[in-house]
């Protein structure tokens, strides 16, 4: 993969034309007969005989007009870094906690870091692994997670970092030195030049409609019920990520002007929200994270915002709920959570038989979000058109790509993951 910097006057006047033809056309765009990837009707078929009151067919995509990332609530538009730093983020920023993420608090706490367990030259002397517990004190009450790091050793300097969200199954520091589990492959990440840290997301908020007064959330209210617009479940778990982050940058042989946070699925959505909230992450990963994450909720192909928030009410603020049925009048579409990122860097991944998760609409929000890098002077995938399978595609702070098979994060997306790393942060 090569990172190509457009630099001449005519390519990029002919990459914003592009990219406003991308941000202002209403949809459905029609493909093109040699797209490189589409979705094989057989699996179209599959989904829609599966699950017969959701939309996979590409024709039934309703017409719709995306919201300008770069038009301010009173109609003007940003036509400068700065104006996009100071007014237009912020406001951005808020529409998604009211609307879709919900409100974190504001409340002071004391968070310690307590090292509980430790084994020295795992992975054949090639680094420390480290168990952790997060401790967070409000007055005379904690609350506590765990996670696990892995430092190399030997580093001449600080290591860059990826921090992953874990949503399956989460293995005690003994385990996760022995075996290289696919979907959190410390070896490998250590092996590549990395630290790396992991946690649960239910040992931070149950993932469970109704684990509310055992998770973090209940512990900041003091067991009060959490307001419409207050944080939920994904919120919860990316601000985990960042107090995660907070430790390693207490690190020194860690640098942590380096760190990646990766998700999966629910965990992917997770990790673009964190990145959204805390400027401090490097990239954000948002592997297959469909509705709710990268996926434009405007399309409402596969999962939709009332399937969603009725199977996942922790997940997301009760507002969001409120656009059942009527996405294209949310103030704010996932193109625009992934310009609040920018000019930091974005990976999307799809799976082309995630159908749930909609790969086109994943691919969609990541082209859309290219006049915000544009505006913040960074190259960003513009092309139209997806790539092929198993292409990764990466245009200065942007990648991405469609992996051959099902809703997983595995090996294959790891290496694809650390190359675009080994280009943005080495
Ligand atoms: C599904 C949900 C998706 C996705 C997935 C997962 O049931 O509909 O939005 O998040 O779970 O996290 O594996």
């Given at each position: 993969m090569q990172i190509n910097r457009e630099s001449t006057l005519d390519s990029n006047l002919i990459r914003s034309t592009i990219v406003a033809i991308v941000v202002l056309a209403t949809a459905p765009m029609p493909l093109l007969a040699d797209e490189p990837w589409q979705a094989d009707p057989e699996v179209v078929a599959?989904?829609?005989?599966?699950?017969?009151?959701f939309n996979y067919e590409e024709s039934k995509v309703p017409t719709y007009r995306l919201p300008n990332a770069l038009q301010q609530a009173d109609g003007s538009q940003v036509g400068d870094a700065a104006t996009w730093k100071e007014d237009r983020r912020p406001e951005l920023l808020e529409l998604f906690r009211s609307n879709v993420y919900g409100r974190r608090p504001n409340i002071d706490a004391t968070i310690r870091y307590v090292e509980t367990g430790r084994i020295d030259g795992v992975f054949d002397g090639k680094a420390d692994g480290i168990a952790m517990e997060t401790v967070i004190e409000i007055a005379d009450r904690t609350y506590s997670f765990p996670f696990i790091v892995f430092i190399p050793k030997?580093?001449?300097?600080?290591?860059?970092?990826?921090?992953?969200?874990?949503?399956?199954?989460?293995s005690p520091l003994e385990e996760a030195a022995q075996e290289n589990d696919p979907f959190w492959p410390a070896r490998t990440i250590v092996e590549r030049g990395y630290a790396t840290a992991s946690f649960h997301?239910?040992?931070?908020?149950?993932?469970?409609?109704?684990?509310?007064?055992?998770g973090v959330r209940s512990f900041?209210?003091?067991g009060k019920l959490p307001a419409d617009e207050d944080w939920r479940s994904l919120s919860a778990w990316g601000w985990?990520?960042?107090?995660?982050?907070?430790?390693l940058s207490?690190?020194?042989?860690?640098?942590?002007?380096?760190?990646?946070?990766?998700?999966?699925?629910?965990?992917?959505?997770?990790?673009?929200?964190?990145?959204?909230?805390?400027?401090?992450?490097?990239i954000a990963y948002s592997n297959n994270s469909g509705c709710g994450g990268?996926?434009?909720?405007?399309?409402?192909?596969?999962?939709?915002?009332?399937?969603?928030?009725?199977?996942?009410?922790?997940?997301?603020?009760?507002?969001?709920?409120?656009?059942?049925?009527?996405?294209?009048?949310?103030?704010?579409?996932?193109?625009?959570?992934?310009?609040?990122?920018?000019?930091?860097?974005?990976?999307?991944?799809?799976?082309?038989?995630d159908l749930w998760a909609d790969p086109r609409g994943e691919y969609a929000a990541l082209v859309a979000s290219a006049p915000v890098f544009e505006l913040l002077g960074q190259a960003s995938i513009t092309e139209p058109t997806m790539p092929a399978l198993d292409s990764p595609r990466v245009m200065g702070k942007t990648g991405y790509h469609i992996r051959t098979g099902e809703h997983n994060l595995t090996a294959q997306d790891w290496n694809w993951f650390l190359d675009f790393a080994d280009q943005i942060v080495k």
């Open positions: 599959r989904f829609s005989s599966r699950r017969d009151s030997d580093a001449e300097q600080p290591v860059p970092a990826v921090i992953h969200i874990n949503n399956r199954e989460f997301t239910s040992d931070v908020d149950p993932d469970r409609k109704d684990g509310y007064a055992e900041y209210a003091n985990a990520a960042s107090r995660i982050l907070d430790h207490g690190i020194d042989t860690i640098d942590a002007d380096r760190v990646a946070v990766v998700g999966h699925s629910r965990g992917g959505k997770t990790a673009l929200w964190a990145a959204a909230e805390d400027p401090r992450f490097a990268a996926a434009l909720s405007r399309r409402a192909y596969g999962e939709t915002v009332e399937r969603i928030t009725n199977a996942f009410p922790h997940w997301f603020c009760k507002t969001f709920s409120t656009y059942s049925d009527r996405e294209d009048e949310l103030p704010v579409d996932q193109h625009e959570l992934i310009g609040l990122i920018a000019p930091r860097a974005v990976y999307v991944t799809s799976a082309d038989k």
